[in-house]
């Protein structure tokens, strides 16, 4: 597999965020998996496994340049993610992230499986930019308005359900304006490291932890984190 499908592109305005922040009375009240979208380094491309057993990334060197942008799910406390899940959720050689990352936080949440490529389609179709489809790449801003309006697609088996439900879907998303926020929400209060999921399938370890201190880099560099509340 090429070894670097991204796709997530940043917005071109940040209304959302200003009109949507996670505030103290909208932060839900169970910890929440985030689908972050994030400037993707090199250094995060080949995580070390570390003596306890831990995957973690690197810090980007000064004057690094990422190499795109990304969407990946943070895993929030108290929810476990599937072996079958990392095998599943792989975007392959298109950009299709922000439908695999989103994808994967519904599954968090609901345990199941869901359609990631139409939810990527769909958010392209929503999105901003008039070259979406049949260029790559799309918003974590418009895959969070389909979940929102429409719902998601549940797959059984091998065969997807068909048609979106929106009770498989999100009743709301805000965007976290600091690091701590966030960091609460999602049930991790101080933590000096996050473990995230990636969407590429078993050629990426499972579970990779990144410093605390690398994701306030990242919210810096037009970070989107959002954080959703579930139907």
């Not at 070390?48 to 969407?71: E, F, L, M, Y």
């Not at 899940?85 to 519904?106: H, L, P």
């Not at 009743?171 to 609460?184: F, H, I, P, Q």
Request: with cysteine; aromatic share 10%; proline share 9%.
């Amino acid at each position: 597999m090429p070894e670097n499908p991204l796709g997530r592109k940043a917005p071109t305005d940040w209304v959302h965020v200003e009109r949507y922040p996670l505030t103290a009375t909208t932060t839900p009240a169970l910890p929440v998996p985030s689908s972050i979208g994030i400037n993707w380094y090199p250094e995060f491309d080949r995580p070390q496994k570390s003596a306890d057993g831990r995957w973690r990334v690197g810090t980007p060197r000064i004057g690094s340049t990422p190499r795109g942008g990304h969407c990946v799910c943070v895993l929030p406390v108290g929810l476990r993610d599937h072996a079958s899940w990392w095998k599943f959720y792989d975007q392959g050689a298109e950009g299709a992230c922000v439908g695999f990352g989103e994808s994967r936080a519904m599954s968090l949440l609901n345990r199941h499986r869901y359609d990631a490529r139409w939810l990527y389609k769909q958010a392209q179709l929503g999105d901003e930019w008039p070259d979406t489809p049949p260029g790559e790449g799309t918003s974590v801003r418009a895959g969070l308005d389909v979940l929102r309006t429409v719902g998601h697609i549940r797959i059984y088996g091998r065969w997807s359900s068909g048609e979106p439900k929106a009770s498989e879907g999100i009743a709301a998303n805000r965007w976290a304006m600091s690091v701590d926020d966030w960091l609460t929400a999602i049930g991790r209060p101080g933590a000096g490291e996050v473990p995230f999921l990636n969407s590429w399938g078993k050629s990426y370890p499972h579970i990779v932890w990144m410093p605390t201190s690398v994701i306030e880099r990242l919210m810096r560099e037009d970070g989107e984190f959002p954080i959703i509340t579930d139907r």
